[in-house]
């Protein structure tokens, strides 16, 4: 009997361990394989909101560099248009530029004085055509230049809150040269009241 069940015993032995062969083979190795796709897929949502995070700040600093770059320079101007201009005139405005010390730019026929207490400078230039002051500070023969029809006063800002909040360098020499005979005019060249300069102190406070 022992030997006629003996071939059924290692057969159901050998069933068995093919059974647990399977299993181990399909959790060891297929397993594994199926559940990687899905790990992938749960990992991919992830990454997309961090790569749009990451160009969000970019994105939102390119409207502060064009408003810096749009900034530009202010300048101011007002100007002095002379009632009977004349060869005396021509030498009184030469002697007060030349008592200040302004700098002659031959090439663009324009005064520059040094900055003034408040500390920027100003240009004096032509208000008529052909836009260019003779050399005034010079000596030179009588008649030798067209009198002065009118001047214009100009500040290059180089400080726009300080020059707005202290005006009185642009002020005072813009009444020193109308005192020589001229009527001062605005930016437009509109006659300008003593209200409307002391206006100009107000306007930086």
Request: contains cysteine; neutral net charge.
């Amino acid at each position: 009997m022992s030997t006629t069940y003996l071939p059924l015993l290692l057969g159901g032995i050998a069933v068995v361990l093919g059974l647990i062969s399977a299993v181990l083979f399909y959790k060891v190795v297929i397993a594994p394989r199926k559940a990687e796709p899905s790990s992938q897929q749960a990992s991919t949502p992830s990454s997309t909101p961090s790569a749009e995070q990451a160009d969000t700040p970019s994105y939102q600093s390119q409207p502060k560099t064009t408003s810096k770059q749009s900034k530009k320079p202010t300048q101011q101007c007002l100007f002095v248009m002379f009632d009977a201009p004349s060869q005396a005139i021509n030498q009184a405005l030469g002697e007060m530029l030349t008592a200040k010390n302004a700098f002659y730019e031959a090439e663009l026929g324009a005064f520059h004085l040094p900055p003034g207490p408040q500390g920027y400078p100003i240009m004096l230039a032509s208000a008529t055509s052909p836009g260019k002051l003779p050399p005034l500070h010079k000596e030179h023969k009588e008649g030798e230049h067209t009198p002065v029809q009118g001047v214009s006063i100009l500040i290059r800002f180089l400080n726009t809150r300080k020059v707005s909040r202290n005006p009185e360098d642009l002020i005072t020499f813009t009444h020193e040269v109308a005192a020589l005979g001229g009527k001062i005019l605005d930016a437009k060249r509109k006659p300008i009241t003593e209200e409307s300069l002391a206006a100009m102190y107000r306007e930086g406070e």
